[in-house]
């Protein structure tokens, strides 16, 4: 069978449906007496018939195939009868055990079967493919004999610990001396050519089982293939291959033997295994896996064991995030797999205590789960100490003259003030009760509660005098409080950094709330008004003290968002006069924090007021931007009418956020402004931000409004008397025109409130070439009304850069373009709109549309590159969906993963108007690099005031999102295109 055809067979399936449906079609398909004939389908009234001891058989023969590709399975309403089918096949029988039967199959189709059946919703116990007879005949039994190469010894006895003497669930046996075992580890240089480097397969010891370990990038199709080969070589009956990181190979082994502890059959302890992450391939046949059963092993005192070795664990805070085994979790009836370490204790303590509950056999080897557990999470605490605090060896001493100074880390120590000497509070806090806080940045100590990654004090430019930095601490992220409150603190070259105190209540519950509501405050350290490092700090809070030993938790302190790499210097990045950090509180109500060299300033905006004023801004916009016919000079009454408008609602933003008591100069008069939006959706539109006086509806354009465009700034005197100032509208009032605006957003997956800079190569690398290679995607709608609107932004990409731009029609495409020519240039024209079956937001081009969840890191960059990619995303509005969260302009900042810089509008934009707006916003960044290299902040406020002179409305509502200290450039092997003294109107860009 053609994989590509099964793969095109399924695909319009809905997500649901699909795995449940193709695996009733192949159990259909596998027993003669009902096959494929779909007439009989509705005659099947028992499914019984089907099981044999749970075990179905799937499978399509010459003859099934034929009438498979005579079918339209996603075209017709069989796909739905067929997954109601395999859902009463399940409720009449339990989780099948599925055997796939194969005639001659290609290993990626037998792959698509088994990935496809190991689908959750289909529920089955097990799933392997039947390959040939089981040759070894060695019954399994108590403790496995395991044969591996020498290296594999520590980690196959690590399976003993835990258990009683004697009673350990695997031996190791060398695999030089050709003993048969249990279980063959096959190793990794294995090899099938006689005489080719490596271990030859055919000379490899006997075994029951065969189990091979493959990097987790390898294909499904490679795993099966390696799993066909070695079923065929070996004198074994069973083969399995897991594609696994080599570091969660461990963790697949402790949940292979604690299922095969339950007296699980190997098959089933297999699936099991796979909560682990692991993708296991199994080869074996029915014959095999039903004899292949472990007897239940003895553990009478497992309970007392893990209680007695949890016990510690009550104490140990600085065990942040424990991992417990999948196993155990599933044991104890858990969802919840992550606790700190007083957590899991307690916790287990009372379940164990629970009347009736016994622990299952097995569960030695869970305790030897936890203990690996615990001793990963206290080497992720020896790493955040930093290798810093140990002595090197010798060797590193004669190869270092000198040795690298420990690392310093954000410490946060809340002290309680209620007796007569202050006590560091490690547990629960306490309602209505004043604590204080002290922050400082210094080595790591016994007790210290500190961030795990250090300071990247390394960024920072040298002095021999060190820093003053600015430390800010709000506990707005749960309450609405006191404004935030800022404090200094001085680090110097070396030992810990003065310290700065805070002092807070915790809050009383709610009058009627059933419980205390957790505490947590922000810590952001900033230096020159860049947030270099932002912590959480969280602690569970009672209301009574007796409740406090009960809690099993206590004060934590958390990495917000690692804003810069720990090599990145800082001189090198351009000061901010300012930073916006805008953020929600837990209400939904929209806050702004104002960072200003030494001063903290807090406003409040009412959220539905909020979105009001956004939503009149995008009509206002939208009233000229989807005219047929749009502006071509700046004093177009239409345009003049619109800057108007915009005008007043931004002079409303600006008296909200700026002319307010105490904001500084730096905020007022600032040329470089950092808005950091901390919470998924939160935007507030800095760029309409106007500070002149606001004009009244009929005012006229300022006279100095060109000059203005050209420069920057106006200084007519029509601005500087009140009430002639009412008369006149001038672009260079709006901050979007005038202001460099750095917008970042949190990552998704990033905890809701991180903020800061995305990590940035060093400055030699940080250069986006145009145009070595572009990418062109474009919705068919962009035509709809102007046939041409495409074809200039063709020609304008091959006149200025000729047979450097791809254009594609679909998705698929675009994604391997993308892998394939690593661009630098991402040009998108894409029609925005809902899926039907998901709810979720599209793009789409050519008539190929993409859900906003299925977008990738391969959809923006090349996997794994740091280059940089500049993304004009231009369409309907892809920057303020209705649902925050789908915001594509987020999602392509996600992909990113920090090297992309996306462009977009607030306003939706006819196609008419979006090809020559992107055709002019291409000619004048080629126009710009072709003097020099240009940074992308001074490059798009450029480019913003240049184009607006000439009418276009659509600069008004432009955003650039990521770092704006990436720079632009054309690269030498760029020949001259065009002649700059050509008089193009792009080359006035200023």
Avoid at 486 to 513: I, M, Q, Y
Wanted: glycine share 8%; net charge neutral; proline share 7%.
């Amino acid at each position: 069978m053609d994989i590509r055809f099964f793969r095109r067979f399924i695909q319009p399936l809905r997500r649901e449906v699909q795995a449940p449906a193709i695996a009733m079609l192949g159990a259909l398909a596998a027993h003669p007496k009902l096959g494929l004939d779909t007439r009989r389908w509705e005659e099947v009234a028992s499914l019984k018939a089907l099981f044999a001891g749970r075990r179905i058989r799937f499978g399509f023969s010459s003859h099934d195939r034929t009438i498979l590709e005579h079918l339209r399975l996603g075209g017709f309403e069989q796909a739905e009868q067929l997954a109601t089918l395999w859902a009463q096949l399940l409720s009449e029988g339990g989780p099948p055990r599925i055997e796939i039967v194969h005639e001659d199959e290609d290993p990626p189709v037998l792959a698509l079967f088994a990935e496809l059946l190991a689908d959750a919703s289909v529920g089955a116990a097990s799933v392997h493919v039947r390959s040939g007879e089981p040759r070894q005949q060695r019954a399994l039994s108590w403790p496995l004999s395991v044969v591996a190469v020498r290296s594999e010894r520590r980690h196959i006895q690590r399976l003993g610990e835990g258990n009683l003497p004697g009673k350990a669930p695997a031996l190791w046996s060398s695999l030089e001396h050709n003993a048969a075992g249990h279980i063959l580890l096959v190793p990794p240089d294995v090899c099938f050519v006689p005489g080719a480097p490596g271990h030859e397969a055919g000379v490899l010891p006997a075994s029951a089982i065969a189990i091979a370990f493959l990097p987790e990038s390898k294909s499904a199709a490679a795993a099966m293939a390696l799993g066909l080969k070695l079923r065929y070589r070996l004198d074994t009956g069973a083969v399995l291959v897991v594609r696994a990181p080599l570091k969660r190979r461990g963790e697949f082994w402790f949940a292979l033997m604690a299922a095969l502890g339950e007296g699980i059959p190997f098959d089933e302890a297999v699936r099991l295994a796979t909560g682990t992450g692991a993708a296991p391939f199994l080869l074996s046949s029915w014959k095999f896996l039903d004899g292949a059963k472990l007897p239940l092993r003895e553990e009478v005192d497992a309970a007392r064991r893990l209680l007695e070795f949890v016990a510690p664990l009550r104490t140990r805070f600085d065990l942040m995030d424990l991992q417990v085994p999948e196993f155990l979790a599933r044991t104890l009836g858990w969802e919840q797999r992550e606790w700190t370490a007083p957590e899991l204790a307690t916790a287990l303590q009372q379940r164990l205590s629970q009347p009736g509950f016994k622990l299952p056999p097995g569960a030695g080897v869970a305790l030897s789960q936890l203990r690996q557990a615990v001793r990963t999470a206290e080497k992720s605490l020896d790493v955040a100490l930093s290798q810093n605090l140990q002595t090197p060896p010798p060797w590193a001493m004669q190869q270092q003259p000198s040795q690298k100074p420990p690392g310093r880390h954000l410490q946060a120590t809340i002290l309680s003030t209620e007796g007569p000497k202050p006590e560091q509070e490690l547990g629960a806090l306490l309602a209505g009760h004043t604590y204080r806080l002290e922050v400082h940045i210094g080595a790591v100590r016994a007790g210290s509660r500190f961030v795990r990654k250090p300071l990247p004090e390394a960024s920072l430019p040298p002095s021999p005098d060190g820093h003053t930095l600015t430390i800010v601490f709000s506990d707005d992220f749960t309450s609405q409080q006191a404004p935030p409150r800022a404090e200094h603190v001085v680090l110097g070259s070396k030992g810990d950094s003065t310290r700065c105190a805070f002092a807070f209540t915790v809050p009383k519950p709610a009058p009627g709330a059933f419980a205390a509501r957790d505490f947590s405050a922000r810590i952001t350290v900033l230096h020159r008004n860049r947030v270099i490092q932002t912590a959480i700090l969280s602690a569970p809070v009672v209301t009574t003290r007796e409740a406090r030993p009960d809690m099993g938790r206590g004060v934590k302190q958390e990495l917000e968002f690692p804003p810069l790499a720990l090599d990145e210097p800082l001189e090198e990045r351009t000061p901010f006069d300012a930073a916006l950090v805008i953020q929600e509180d837990a209400s939904g109500g929209a806050h702004a924090m104002v960072v200003e060299d030494e001063e903290i300033h807090w406003f409040d905006i009412d959220q539905p007021d909020l979105k009001e004023a956004i939503l009149q801004i995008r009509t206002r916009l939208q009233q000229l931007t989807q005219e047929p016919v749009r502006p071509t000079s700046l004093e177009d009454e239409r345009l003049v009418k619109l800057l108007v408008a915009l005008a007043n609602q931004g002079s409303l933003f600006w008296r909200a956020a700026v002319s307010r008591p105490g904001v500084g100069r730096s905020l007022l008069r600032g040329r470089r402004i950092q808005i950091l939006e901390t919470s998924v959706g939160s935007f507030i539109p800095v760029e309409f931000f106007y500070d002149l006086p606001a004009p009244h509806p009929k005012a006229r354009l300022c006279p100095n409004a060109q000059l203005a465009l050209e420069t920057g700034e106006c200084h007519h005197s029509s601005h500087q008397d009140e009430e002639e100032a009412e008369d006149f509208v001038c672009p260079a009032g709006f901050w979007g025109l005038t202001r460099i605006l750095e917008r970042q957003r949190v990552p998704s997956g990033v905890r809701a409130g991180g903020v800061g800079l995305r990590v940035m190569p060093r400055k030699e690398r940080r250069t986006i070439p145009l145009l070595l290679r572009g990418l062109v995607g474009a919705s068919h709608r962009v035509d709809l009304n102007d046939a041409t609107s495409m074809d200039r932004v063709r020609h304008t990409l091959e006149k200025l850069w000729p047979a450097c731009t791809t254009e594609v029609k679909e998705w698929k495409q675009w994604a391997r373009a993308i892998q394939r020519d690593a661009p630098s240039l991402l040009v998108l024209l894409v029609h925005t709109d809902q899926e039907e079956g998901t709810d979720v937001q599209t793009i789409e081009i050519a008539s190929d549309a993409l859900g906003v969840s299925r977008l990738h890191e391969r959809h923006v960059r090349k996997v794994n590159s740091g280059d940089g990619v500049l993304v004009l995303l231009m369409g309907c509005s892809p920057l303020l969906p209705t649902v925050r969260f789908q915001n594509v302009v987020n999602q392509f900042l996600w992909a990113g993963q920090g090297s992309a810089v996306v462009v977009s509008s607030m306003a939706d934009m006819l196609g008419r108007h979006a090809g020559p707006t992107t055709a002019a916003m291409l000619a004048g960044l080629e126009a710009m690099v072709r003097q020099g290299e240009v940074s992308v902040g001074d490059a798009f406020v450029r480019l913003r005031r240049t184009l607006l002179s000439g009418g276009d409305p659509l600069m008004l509502g432009l955003a650039v999102y990521g770092d704006v200290d990436w720079y632009l450039d054309a690269p030498t092997s760029l020949g001259g295109n065009i002649d700059a003294d050509t008089g193009d109107a792009a080359s006035g860009v200023r």
